[in-house]
């Protein structure tokens, strides 16, 4: 039966490919190229979902880059643009008022923001800058996310992260439910459509108050965000050339040799079984994968960060570090049973069909460093 000799080449392979051999069945070598397909699209799987991509909203600094678009800032105090005290792109917003107790913005007229607990943004991250006159910290730092209309909101307390006047701060609050929002009215989680950060004082005073880099975030994995169809198109083209490549590289260093392996097409048939190696050391690989901490991309982090991050979570993780010695045992396990296809098909010697299979490698690893 065919799947008897699938699952024979990897544990007698003499036997199974003498009956190969005897016999070759185009449909026991396409069933493992298929196998071969399935598990290279499982270990990309189980690699993406290792890996998560930060996504934004708005993508640019649209939101802070002017005062009105799409969107409308409104304030207590005097509206304009920063162009000396900004930390992203061109500007901030700014608003200042005299002798009050408290300075509040608002951007409202937003397109709606999924902030849901399934699909939604998770985060809502912004840099601000407050000035006291007096120097003293707010009694009280709100934020509230309008639903639709401004009677409707979630309101929630940040002057716990606000720690120096005159200085810019990075806040990163968690949106969503169960967050802790308290809410007002019956405001959706699925339709935010306007931000609103006010500090109050004891005492009136002089204010300012700058906003920039604002935006909602969430991470999400290429799986998350739908199949790639092109990776597996890719995978698919990948394994049929590998197929074909091995076997043409076989024949041609073979009658290097002064050995003929017979007919090109007889020879690919019986050279496809080998490649049940490729399913084992792709199954191996997936289960080492899926122990692997996860892994996120920012989009504005530079290389020295993602390379910092990947040799603290991945490169000194056991796991990680067993997948190159596993690549080598698949390269050598399929090198030995390519020399006993030859060996069993010319009866020839042992040497001579193990350095043919060697050769063909060494071949093979050359043409993968040009992209075959």
């Not at 969107?71 to 792109?89: A, E, F, M, R």
């Not at 935006?215 to 999400?220: I, K, S, T």
Request: negative net charge; glycine residues 6%.
């Amino acid at each position: 039966m065919v799947g008897q000799e699938i699952l024979e080449v990897l544990y007698s392979p003499i036997n199974a490919f003498r009956k190969i051999i005897e016999k070759p069945d185009l449909k026991g070598a396409l069933l493992v190229l298929l196998l071969v397909i399935a598990s290279a699209v499982a270990v990309q799987y189980v690699a993406s979902s290792k890996q998560f991509l930060e996504i934004r909203t708005p993508e640019n600094e649209d939101w802070t880059e002017e005062l009105m678009n799409q969107h409308v800032w409104t304030s207590n105090g005097l509206l304009s643009l920063d162009v000396i005290k900004y930390q992203i792109g061109n500007n901030s917003i700014r608003s200042s008022v005299m002798n009050s107790s408290n300075i509040w913005l608002r951007i409202t007229d937003i397109d709606p923001i999924d902030c849901s607990e399934e699909t939604g943004f998770t985060e809502l991250l912004l840099r601000i800058n407050w000035t006291n006159e007096a120097v003293v910290l707010p009694s009280s730092g709100n934020v509230k996310l309008f639903s639709e209309s401004e009677d409707s909101y979630f309101e929630s307390d940040f002057s716990s992260l606000l720690t120096s006047s005159e200085e810019w701060e990075n806040i990163t609050l968690n949106v969503g439910p169960d967050q802790g929002w308290n809410m007002n009215n019956s405001p959706d989680w699925q339709k935010i459509t306007g931000i609103e950060f006010e500090l109050v004082w004891s005492d009136s005073t002089n204010l300012i108050m700058n906003i920039d880099g604002l935006f909602f975030r969430m991470f999400a994995s290429s799986v998350e965000q739908g199949t790639n169809y092109i990776e597996i198109i890719s995978l698919i083209i990948q394994a049929g050339m590998t197929w074909v490549i091995w076997a043409g590289l076989l024949i041609i260093i073979a009658r290097l040799f002064n050995e003929d392996l017979g007919k090109w097409n007889t020879l690919f048939i019986i050279i496809g079984f080998v490649f049940m190696v490729t399913v084992v050391t792709n199954i191996i690989t997936g289960i080492l994968a899926s122990t692997l901490p996860e892994l996120t991309y920012l989009l504005d982090a530079t290389a020295t960060y993602y390379y910092a991050q990947n040799s603290e979570l991945w490169v000194s993780n056991l796991a990680f570090q067993l997948l190159t010695p596993l690549l080598w045992i698949g390269y050598v396990w399929t090198t030995a049973l390519s020399a006993i296809v030859i060996r069993l098909l010319k009866d020839t010697t042992w040497g001579k069909a193990l350095t043919i299979s060697v050769i063909a490698f060494a071949a093979k690893l050359l043409l993968s460093a040009f992209g075959f």
